[in-house]
């Protein structure tokens, strides 16, 4: 049987027809006129966040601030607003103090009330121009003291301390990024201003204070910046030849910390052996003392002195002394008159002292009863200001007052019996003796604030590192809950804290 196949029938389309819409009027308005209304109504709403939204929202003066050399801070009304060059927002219908600091130059200042309007400030904003053009300075090591200062506590610390004011424009970038790029930002911001030299030495001061991989790989990177032709090693090279020159020590530092395969390239050669002669300390012997203001001051006349040597450094002959020194540690007794004759420093004024950055939250909240004990909870702005005071005191007005350095205590003959030292103990003594012609409680009772930030290498005297700005101080001794210490140990305290186990003494020089 033969089976066919349907055939389909074909699809006819309809009749195509005109098809019309037609809108019907609304509350008796023909469409021809509401949508003309309605298309109105969209292009006034557009013309309207165009040209008056923006300024209602956001009426005042757009701030642009350049200055040379670039990279200073700008602050509106005591706060924080940006770093030149910078473009800053000032709400219309008020009066803003601004202020811009670059370390090392003078302080630029103005007063400007800001102000506004409504129309077009989206394409047409109010706008005012400060550009600050600074003199060379007399002294270009001011301009390289914050940026070493941050580079000092980084390189000591390995991680982070106080973190850079570009930072607070930067969030989002990886830990560590403001402590390796400060030194390369310094000298992006003063090469064609400071000669190279000048620069050079900057770079140079941040490679004597370098002691592990990250802080040698910004160094080379300034470096290289400063003297585009050469490569990392060659730089390296450079900066090895220039330190051998100055500071063999810190040369030697400074080659340890670099990477493996880049000591394999280094071309550099003569640094200074390991090991160290046997040599006896401590090296500085009281000549004599006197008396004032009811405390004895114990006088080391200036000498060569040969500092500690370990495994990685040599030791290096400095010198050191010239200077009277306190017998003991400044009692709460003499910083009780301190505080009368400076209320600014009582603990009434913790809050202000606080908010100043002088202080942290434990000023004074444990400082002794008893006046013969070391005065304690006193941070290290606070000492600073107590040197200030002793400086005005009946006798002593001939003398600047500080405190002692790190190596400084290391290299002092002190009347400490290992013994006897007040070491691993439940309690406090009281501070020293008060007529002694030697030192006391240099080791142990209560650790003491030193003038310096911890450094690596303690033959370092340059004055410049010595007396960096830093956030973190050395301290040294430890106290009666250390287990064993010496005077040459020293440990890192931020310069705020008020710890009830630091207390410090003080230093006389003659003017």
Not at 167 to 183: G, V
Request: charged share 25%; hydrophobic share 40%; net charge neutral.
């Amino acid at each position: 049987m033969i089976i066919k196949k349907k055939e389909k029938t074909p699809i006819t389309p309809p009749d195509e027809k005109e098809m019309t819409v037609k809108l019907k009027n609304f509350g008796g308005i023909a469409p021809s006129v509401y949508l003309r209304i309605f298309l109105s109504i969209l292009i006034v709403c557009g013309l309207f966040f165009l040209l008056f939204f923006p300024g209602i929202r956001h009426e005042g003066t757009v701030l642009k601030v350049t200055t040379r050399p670039a990279g200073a801070v700008v602050t509106v009304n005591g706060y924080y607003a940006g770093t030149a060059p910078a473009k800053i927002f000032l709400p219309a219908r008020a009066r803003y103090d601004i202020k811009i600091e670059k370390p090392g130059f003078p302080v630029y200042e103005k007063e400007i009330n800001a102000k506004g309007r409504i129309f077009a400030t989206l394409f047409f904003p109010v706008k005012e121009k400060i550009d600050v053009v600074w003199e060379k300075p007399a002294e270009p090591d001011l301009c390289s003291r914050r940026v070493l200062a941050e580079f000092n506590d980084f390189a000591l610390a390995d991680r982070e301390y106080s973190p850079s004011i570009r930072k607070q424009t930067a969030k989002s970038f990886e830990p560590n990024y403001f402590f390796t790029e400060t030194l390369d930002f310094f000298v992006r911001d003063y090469k064609g201003f400071l000669t190279d030299e000048e620069i050079e030495k900057a770079v140079l001061r941040a490679a004597a204070l370098c002691t592990h991989e990250v802080t040698t790989g910004a160094v080379l990177k300034a470096y290289t910046r400063l003297y585009p032709s050469l490569d990392p090693v060659e730089a390296a090279d450079a900066v090895l030849t220039a330190l051998k020159a100055s500071n063999p020590r810190a040369a030697l530092i400074f080659r340890g910390a670099l990477p493996e395969p880049m000591k394999k390239q280094l071309s550099a050669t003569g640094l200074p052996p390991a090991g160290a002669p046997d040599y006896r300390k401590p090296q500085l012997r009281p000549d004599g003392s006197f008396s004032a203001i009811g405390e004895r001051w114990v006088s080391f006349p200036k000498t060569a002195a040969v500092t500690e040597g370990d495994t990685l450094l040599p030791p290096a002959e400095i010198e050191c002394g010239g200077f009277w020194i306190q017998d003991r540690e400044v009692t709460a007794g003499l910083y009780r008159r301190f505080l009368s004759d400076c209320p600014e420093y009582s603990a009434e004024n913790r809050a202000a002292l606080e908010e100043q950055g002088l202080v942290d939250a434990f000023y004074l909240r444990q400082f002794p009863q008893d006046n013969r004990l070391p005065a304690v909870s006193v941070s290290w702005h606070a000492a600073q200001a107590f040197c200030r005071w002793i400086e005005r005191q009946p006798g002593l007005s001939g003398f600047r007052a500080r405190l002692p350095y790190s190596f400084e205590i290391a290299l002092l003959t002190a009347d400490d019996n290992p013994a006897t030292a007040n070491l691993a103990g439940s309690r406090v003594r009281a501070a020293g003796s008060p007529q002694s012609d030697s030192l006391r409680d240099l080791t142990g009772n209560v650790w003491e604030w030193c003038q310096n930030p911890p450094l690596r290498d303690r033959a370092v005297t340059d004055s410049f590192l010595l007396n960096l700005p830093t956030e973190i101080k050395a301290v040294a001794g430890g106290s009666y809950k250390s287990d064993s210490f010496s005077p040459s140990e020293t440990g890192v305290q931020f310069a705020v804290w008020s710890s009830p186990y630091t207390g410090f003494r003080v230093v006389l020089e003659k003017k």
